[in-house]
């Protein structure tokens, strides 16, 4: 199991165990990526607070908010 971030063309973040499907040349051996198969991949949303003050604050002291959300919701896919 290998849990990655993903970042799709789209600008969305993902996160899920993805598998890498290969395709091997049968006269030269080599091997090229074809597919990522992402199992039970999750959007993945990070917001920060924004406040509008006149006073420096500090950027370490903000807080950030992960929430995480089923990325395909009408696809029903277990795995292989």
Do not use: C
């Not at 165990?17 to 992402?38: C, H, I, P, Q």
């Not at 006149?54 to 292989?80: A, H, Y």
Request: overall charge negative.
């Amino acid at each position: 199991m290998t849990i990655k971030l993903t970042l799709l063309k789209s600008g969305e973040t993902l996160i899920s165990d993805v598998k890498e499907l290969v395709s091997e040349d049968s006269e030269t051996g080599n091997r090229e990526a074809v597919a990522y198969l992402l199992n039970k991949p999750h959007k993945v949303a990070v917001r920060t607070e924004v406040l509008l003050t006149e006073d420096v604050i500090d950027d370490s002291k903000r807080e950030v908010q992960v929430s995480l959300s089923p990325w395909m919701l009408q696809f029903q896919w277990t795995g292989l």
